[in-house]
């Protein structure tokens, strides 16, 4: 069931309980305090700055930015709605779109 079904508003904080609920949809995923990481391991440096160019679109479109920081063939992806002061659903439904990337 996403936000919209439940009435929820994309930007409304997360209680701990609905978070340990969304971190089962997203399983490549951490939770480091109020933020969901991961860390993707590419083939070389071409494919990690394709891969940022392809996340970077989606989140242009989904007005909805992600810490990306890229180390030769690794990038590394934090996740957090600063405005909310935590995790929403905005960063959940980035982090499911990410993974089908």
Known sequence: MDAKQLGAKTEDLLSAEEIEDM???V??????????EREIRL????AAVDFVNKIAEIAEKMDHHP?????????HLKLTTHKAGGLTHQDFELAATIDRV
């Open 67 to 75: 810490d990306i920081c890229m180390y030769y063939n690794k990038v």
């Open 27 to 36: 399983p490549q995923w951490s939770l480091q305090d109020n933020a969901i």
């Open 43 to 46: 083939n070389d440096f071409r």
């Open 23 to 25: 971190m089962m949809a």
